[in-house]
């Protein structure tokens, strides 16, 4: 996608039941009216017809429980169209709502531009460093222990990964829940046990999955293991482990990480 942007736009359209009571075109009607004093102006303005600019003012007068203009006869121009207390009321509020749900939706203009920019973290994230193994993910929780802060990162919809580092570190980097970080992990620090016990998933860093690449060398091996959550982790063995365990593509394995393995990083 380059350099483009996500520009996010969403209508506020408020309803009494089923049935529309204000947008922004109704409101600002009658913030023409307010400023004009004259119906057929404001109603030309916002791009309303006579009738049309009639027919929505009579909606919101029918649904808001009350008149929101009145008309008063004579005078310089033949006249003039006021807003009722009512129809004041209405304007403010759908103003101040209005006002709030233009800063949730820059909120969230920000966070879809944001998660752009973390797809291209993730990418060049390999230029500046030499682990196998990088994930982008959120902060979810951060339980202190006599040491270390152990926490917990959502790396995908369902696929978690705990880290352990000191509570200096986590100062320092300015870690809390909600931060995005990424997981480093070195190919060497991830440990294959082709035999797992049923109920070894339920340790820390313990992943079922499935070898699915075996890249060999002289001496030592890569092995890229599929995980059941989506996940690829690579790992290293020497060819000689290789063929005493018996790893194949296909194998089924338990990949398990120690916690103080996982490196912990945050943009600069």
């Not at 009494?16 to 600002?28: K, P, T, W």
């Not at 909606?59 to 008149?67: P, V, W």
Request: hydrophobic content about 40%; some cysteine.
């Amino acid at each position: 996608m380059g350099k483009n942007r996500f520009n996010l736009h969403a209508e506020l359209t408020v309803r009494v039941g089923d049935e529309r009571f204000a947008n922004s075109r109704r409101i600002e009607l009658l913030r023409q009216i307010d400023q004009l004093r004259n119906l057929t102006q404001a109603a030309k303005q916002v791009g309303y017809s006579y009738k049309g600019a009639w027919d929505a003012i009579d909606d919101m007068a029918r649904l808001s429980g009350g008149t929101l203009i009145e008309r008063h006869a004579g005078g310089k121009g033949g006249g003039s169209t006021l807003l009722t207390e009512r129809g004041q009321q209405v304007l403010r509020n759908f103003s101040l709502i209005q006002a709030e749900h233009a800063r949730f939706i820059a909120r969230l203009d920000r966070l879809a531009n944001g998660l752009s920019n973390d797809y291209a973290m993730e990418n060049e994230i390999a230029m500046r460093t030499s682990a196998r193994n990088q994930f982008a993910g959120i902060l979810v929780s951060i339980t202190p222990e006599k040491v270390n802060d152990e926490l917990c990162i959502m790396v995908n919809a369902s696929q978690t990964l705990i880290a352990s580092i000191t509570h200096e570190s986590c100062r320092e980097l300015q870690l809390a829940v909600g931060t995005k970080v990424f997981a480093l992990i070195k190919a060497s620090a991830v440990v294959l046990r082709t035999s797992p016990a049923h109920d070894a998933g339920k340790e820390k860093n313990a992943f079922f999955g499935t070898v699915h690449a075996i890249t060999q060398s002289e001496h030592h091996s890569e092995l890229a293991v599929s995980l059941e959550s989506g996940l690829t982790l690579v790992t290293t063995k020497s060819r000689q482990d290789i063929d005493t365990i018996g790893l194949q593509v296909g194998s089924a394995v338990l990949a398990e990480i120690e916690p103080s393995n996982v490196i912990i990083g945050v943009a600069a």
